[in-house]
C-alpha cells in the first residue's frame, strides 16, 4: 500500500443502528468521509462506484456476508487493494482467526467504544502504511 492520507471509509452494516453508530464514531468523531451500504451487495456497488480508502464489513449480514464481499473485492483487481475490517458480534479468538483467514486487515468486536473507534483505525491505516489525514 502506498503512504496516502485515510479520507474515505464504506461501513456496510445490515443493522441501521450500527450503521448510525459508525457513521458518528467515523464521520463526526474521526472527521472521515463515510459512505454506508445495509448489505454486501450495496458495499460492493459503493466500492466499485467510490473506491473508497478502507471498507468495514459486517461479517454476518443477509445476502452477501462479510467474508462473501470480501471475497469478492478480492477477486476485482480494481479493488483488491483496498484494505477490509470486519465489525461482528463474534469475539471468540476461532472466529476472529477465521475472519482474518479471509484477509481481513483487521476484526473489530462488536459491542465497541464508538470514542475509541478512530484511533483504532487511526493506528490500522499506520500499520497498514498509511498517513494521518
Known sequence: MNARPLRHILCADDDPDMRMILEVALGTIGGWE????AD???ALAAARAQRPDLILLDAAMA?????GALQQLKADPALADIPVAFVTGHADPAAQAALR????ADVISKPFDPTALPARI???WAALGGTAA
Open 101 to 104: 483467514a479471509h484477509g481481513a
Open 122 to 124: 487511526r493506528a490500522l
Open 40 to 42: 454486501g451487495e450495496e
Open 34 to 37: 463515510v459512505s454506508l451500504a
Open 63 to 67: 445476502g452477501i456476508d462479510g467474508p
